[in-house]
């Protein structure tokens, strides 16, 4: 039977506490924390970019050894983005992030077995060439393949990451998750490990330089994987996120 969750005066007790949702696009030569089976490669043979989200491996109950998202209690002194940045750090050594706004709230009485918790989602994001997280039992985990996950984080991680397909769209967010320099064939890369279709690399270019998102930097030093002229560097223009098209969609093959 579940408990209460009631004090001695009959007060409803519960939990506050905050999650996140960290996602990147680990790009070619980034798979050391892949599982082979599951490596999916480019038709160079390079591996192909890939959306993952930042997990821990619980060591206690309960769901003891299962994955979950980072989180931890809100304190009465902090706001809740505080308390994110708190838990990240303690947990993961992870410091500022790409991008960091509140995804959703998560009240089911039942979904923690042991107490009352209401949860506070929030979705963040970091470029692919970040470091490594340095938090013990801590990885990254492709999304299209999770493991069983603790709680209800599996919902969080999809909602999460409907989000972010929403606004690939109609928005510069993924200058969070790009190098800070990059080829297109990169940048088309994270958009299709984030969309989960092909995208049109020539469209793709000309659709956010009309926008204004991205600028060409300089000419690469090194020709591209076919040979050739050395491809182009770009970068976006703006590390803030801002809504640039309400109205955009992008659809297998062609952004529009």
């Known amino acids: 039977m579940r408990p209460a969750f009631r004090d001695q005066s009959g007060v409803a007790k519960y939990?506050?506490?905050?999650?996140?949702?960290?996602?990147?696009?680990?790009?070619?030569?980034?798979?050391?924390?892949?599982?082979?089976?599951?490596?999916?490669?480019?038709?160079?043979?390079?591996?192909?970019?890939?959306?993952?989200?930042?997990a821990r491996r619980r060591d206690h109950e309960p769901f003891k050894s299962m994955w979950a998202l980072p989180s931890g209690p809100l304190e009465p002194s902090e706001s809740m983005e505080e308390a994110l940045a708190r838990h990240l750090a303690e947990q993961l050594g992870l410091g500022s992030l790409g991008h960091c706004e509140q995804l959703a709230s998560y009240s089911d009485p039942a979904r923690d077995p042991y107490e009352r918790t209401i949860a506070t989602a929030y979705l963040g994001l970091l470029p692919g060439d970040e470091r490594e997280p340095v938090g013990e039992g801590a990885r990254w985990l492709d999304v299209d393949s999770l493991p069983q996950m603790g709680f209800d984080h599996h919902l969080v991680v999809?909602?999460?990451?409907?989000?972010?397909?929403?606004?690939?769209?109609?928005?510069?967010?993924?200058?969070?998750?790009?190098?800070?320099?990059?080829?297109?064939?990169?940048?088309?890369?994270?958009?299709?490990?984030?969309?989960?279709?092909?995208?049109?690399?020539?469209?793709?270019?000309?659709?956010?330089?009309?926008?204004?998102?991205?600028a060409r930097v300089r000419t690469g030093s090194q020709a591209g994987a076919r040979g050739g002229r050395p491809p182009s560097i770009w970068a976006f223009t703006e590390d803030s996120y801002r809504v640039t098209d309400p109205f955009a969609v992008l659809g297998p093959g062609r952004p529009s």
């Open 15 to 54: 939990r506050h506490e905050v999650l996140g949702v960290v996602l990147r696009v680990a790009v070619a030569g980034r798979r050391e924390d892949r599982r082979a089976d599951h490596a999916q490669s480019l038709p160079d043979g390079q591996p192909a970019p890939v959306l993952q989200v930042l």
């Open 158 to 214: 999809e909602r999460g990451t409907s989000r972010l397909r929403a606004k690939l769209s109609y928005t510069n967010i993924a200058f969070a998750l790009a190098p800070a320099e990059f080829t297109m064939a990169t940048l088309r890369g994270v958009y299709e490990a984030v969309l989960g279709h092909e995208v049109d690399v020539t469209n793709l270019s000309r659709v956010l330089k009309r926008r204004g998102q991205i």
